[in-house]
């Protein structure tokens, strides 16, 4: 069975400095990863993704991800961290090949304090 | 390119009776998703369903709860005699065929009295 694991439930950090929200997951096979980022009484709006290819993926609103195959990790990151980014954010894995239902992570709550 | 609609976005039932909750996924897009979010809780899977077609109700549970998508018209999720632990938000994703990422609504949030 797949899973996500999202060690935090919240991180804090100030306004400018660099961010890190951290995800690791198991899946059989290879994984597709996903980032999502939900604000308040919203849906979930997509990020960023990696399905194969460079280890390091850039997406929306500035954010990254690098894809960690030996640590199977998919830590969601920005340089500059701003109010704005402030919100729920969620990993998600499912495996390749055909279909194979998402799971999601239990969600990090982001707080950039000004 | 209009986003996913969901309606109603509240929705108050009492205990015993049915709740409806519609779908309308992005134009173009044929496979619909439906999950529900506790609140301290991930999203859960529920149903995953192509035009006239359920692929996968894993996390449907096995009574009071079904879910359409018809030829024409939005994707329903009907709960039948509601309790009080299905008070939840309950979102609704679309995607075109052969496409990795889901694209949510801003979801129907339940609240059985």
């Known amino acids: 069975a797949q899973s996500v694991a999202q060690p935090e439930d919240q991180v804090n950090v100030a306004e400018g400095n660099p961010l890190t929200v951290k995800c690791t997951y198991s899946?059989?096979?290879?994984?597709?990863l996903f980032w999502y980022v939900q604000y308040p009484n919203r849906g979930l709006q997509f990020l960023l993704k990696?399905?194969?290819?460079?280890?390091l993926v850039k997406g929306s609103y500035g954010f990254e991800a690098e894809f960690n195959k030996s640590q199977t990790s998919f830590h969601l990151k920005k340089p500059s961290a701003l109010v704005s980014d402030s919100a729920l954010y969620f990993c998600?894995?499912?495996?390749?090949?055909?279909?194979?239902?998402?799971?999601f992570g239990t969600g990090t709550k982001l707080q950039v304090i000004p | 390119n209009a986003g996913v609609m969901q309606n109603p976005r509240h929705l108050v039932r009492r205990r015993g009776q049915e709740a409806r909750l519609r779908c309308s996924p992005m134009?173009?897009?044929?496979?619909v998703y439906w999950y529900r979010q506790l609140p301290e809780e991930g999203l859960k899977f529920m149903v995953y369903?192509?035009?006239?077609?359920?692929?996968?109700e894993s996390g449907m549970p096995k009574e009071r709860f079904s879910a359409e998508f018809p030829k024409e018209g939005p994707s329903i999720l009907r709960i039948q005699q509601v309790v009080r632990g299905d008070s939840a938000a309950y979102f609704c994703?679309?995607?075109?065929?052969?496409?990795?990422?889901?694209?949510f609504g801003p979801g129907t949030r339940l609240t059985v009295t």
């Open positions: 369903l192509q035009k006239e077609n359920i692929i996968d």
């Open positions: 990696y399905i194969t290819g460079d280890n």
């Open positions: 899946v059989s096979g290879n994984p597709y």
């Open positions: 134009k173009g897009h044929s496979h």
């Open positions: 994703a679309s995607s075109p065929e052969d496409y990795y990422e889901q694209y």
């Open positions: 998600a894995v499912r495996s390749s090949g055909g279909y194979q239902k998402v799971t």
